[in-house]
Each structure stands twice: as structure tokens, then as C-alpha cells.
């Protein structure tokens, strides 16, 4: 069992950058692949962008690509997921799960077994 513990949001104006961060506790860190998702106020929880155990994989959701930039720090049991040119379409809370094994492949929800609290991003001017 893994857990998760996100930070680094909070309110930026559109055009800024926020670096959030999800930092492991429990198993071997390096044997989960480790999924972004976010949810807006009453919508559904959406794909962000997904890395690989060993970092050197990633994926994108068409809106962020070029934008969001995700990575991993192994020995510090941490994923980052850098947010650059923030839109307010962008407002959301930001989630980090783990997957021991992909059932439905990196951007499927249920392809992951352990989720943090989240941590609120507001874009707004």
C-alpha cells in the first residue's frame, strides 16, 4: 500500500505557473506508474497526464500538452507536475494516484489504486 500526499496549489493569475507535488509514503515508490487527474466544480474527474516507474515515459491530455510538464524524483518518493500558462480553464482540484498494474492503460481512472486528498488550483485574475 502507497500513500499520497499532494501540495503546491493555490491562486495564480492566468498566465502563471504553479510546480505541485505528490510525495509517496509506504512501498517501493519506484514500482507504481503515478497518474495527475482534476476535478472542476460539478464535473467529472479528468486525465491530466501520467509518467512511468522509471520517469522515462509520459502522457498528456490534449489540453495541457505543451503547457504541464510531468516528473519524477525516484529516491525522494516524489512526482511533480510542473503548470505553466495557467488558464482559468484550468481551475480545478489536482489529484495523484498510483497504479501498481494498468488494467485500462495511464488515462483511465480505474486503472489506479491509490489517490491523495488533492490540492486546489485557482486560476483567476
Known amino acids: 500500500q502507497v500513500q499520497l500526499v499532494e501540495s503546491g496549489g493555490g491562486l495564480v493569475q492566468p498566465g502563471g505557473s504553479l510546480r505541485l507535488s505528490c510525495v509517496a509514503s509506504?512501498?517501493?515508490?519506484?514500482?507504481?506508474?503515478i497518474g495527475w487527474f482534476r476535478q472542476a466544480p460539478g464535473k467529472e474527474r479528468d486525465f491530466v497526464a501520467a509518467?512511468?516507474?522509471?520517469?522515462?515515459?509520459?502522457y498528456y491530455a490534449d489540453s495541457v500538452k505543451g503547457r504541464f510538464t510531468i516528473s519524477r524524483d525516484n529516491p525522494k518518493n516524489t512526482v511533480y507536475l510542473q503548470t505553466n500558462s495557467l488558464k482559468s480553464e484550468d481551475t480545478a482540484v489536482y489529484y495523484c494516484?498510483?497504479?501498481?498494474?494498468?488494467?485500462?492503460?495511464?488515462?483511465?481512472?480505474?486503472?489506479?489504486?491509490?489517490w491523495g486528498q488533492g490540492t486546489q488550483v485557482t486560476v483567476s485574475s
Open positions: 494516484a498510483a497504479a501498481e498494474k494498468l488494467s485500462g492503460g495511464y488515462s483511465s481512472i480505474s486503472s489506479y489504486d491509490y
Open positions: 509506504g512501498r517501493a515508490f519506484n514500482n507504481y506508474r
Open positions: 509518467i512511468t516507474r522509471n520517469g522515462f515515459g509520459t
